[in-house]
């Protein structure tokens, strides 16, 4: 992550403040030109930063298409929380604290079978987390092919097709390489960003000074433009 220099003090960790708004206008803009045409029938939003995004996603759906799109929450865990204020360090592994009932065939079981399942997180930073979201839907819909290939023997078995939502790609060489068919046409972020630590509103305490923050960001970065453009 880019770090500002300093005289041999700790480094300065820059950040981007985004808010709720431009959470929303940047989903509001990759789900007509890239989700909707892509169709999920089913999101599995990454906890807790996939959750509202999904829920946007979600209501675009509802009042742009009157489709119902389930959400399945699931939990991974890449950052450690040091406490502090400080900000979390990376992992070595991902901890997987929750994940959906994807076998048994009951109803409260997730059928992957015949699917377009789109995972849903706020941030792609390192990549760690989306391939392991990957890795393990890909374990859930092998099982459910080999259960569904011992009931109904003969038959084709309905293909799964996994993509991707991430409201911000940070631009950056990444840890973990996805599937080339995913990253080909089922891929999509709302922006690709600066690699800096991205502050949400849904962090702050104070949304008013988070607002403040944005809200001065956004106008030095408009100078900038008017400046860089004269
Ligand atoms: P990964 O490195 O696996 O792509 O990202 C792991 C997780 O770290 C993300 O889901 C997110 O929760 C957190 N993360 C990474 N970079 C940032 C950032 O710039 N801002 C915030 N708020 N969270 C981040």
């Not at 991974?76 to 901890?95: C, M, T």
């Not at 092919?145 to 060489?173: C, D, M, S, W, Y």
Request: charged share 25%; proline share 3%; net charge negative.
């Amino acid at each position: 992550m880019a770090a500002a220099a300093t005289n041999g003090a700790a480094p300065v960790v820059e950040k981007i403040y985004v808010s709720y708004n431009d959470v929303h206008s940047a989903i509001q803009k990759v789900y007509t030109d890239k989700i909707q045409p892509w169709k999920p029938d089913l999101l599995i939003a990454i906890g807790t930063g996939g959750y509202l995004p999904a829920r946007i996603v979600r209501a675009f759906a509802k009042k742009l298409e009157n489709a119902t799109l389930p959400i399945q929450c699931v939990g991974l865990s890449l950052y450690e929380d040091i406490g502090g204020g400080q900000f979390g360090i990376i992992g070595q592994n991902v901890v997987k604290t929750q994940w959906f009932k994807d076998v048994g065939g009951d109803s409260d079981s997730v059928n992957l079978l015949g699917k377009r399942v789109m995972i849903v997180d706020e941030i792609d930073d390192t990549r760690t987390t989306l391939g392991f979201a990957v890795g393990e839907l890909e374990k859930n819909v092998a099982a459910q092919r080999v259960a569904f290939e011992k009931e109904h023997q003969g038959e084709p078995v309905p293909e799964t097709v996994i993509g991707i939502f991430v409201v911000h790609n940070k631009l950056k060489k990444k840890a973990v390489a996805l599937p080339s068919k995913i990253m080909d046409d089922s891929y999509f972020s709302g922006e690709d960003i600066e690699d800096k630590w991205i502050v949400y509103a849904w962090d702050a305490v104070d949304i008013e000074e988070h607002q403040a923050l944005c809200d001065a960001q956004n106008a030095r970065r408009k100078q900038g433009a008017v400046n860089g453009g004269a």
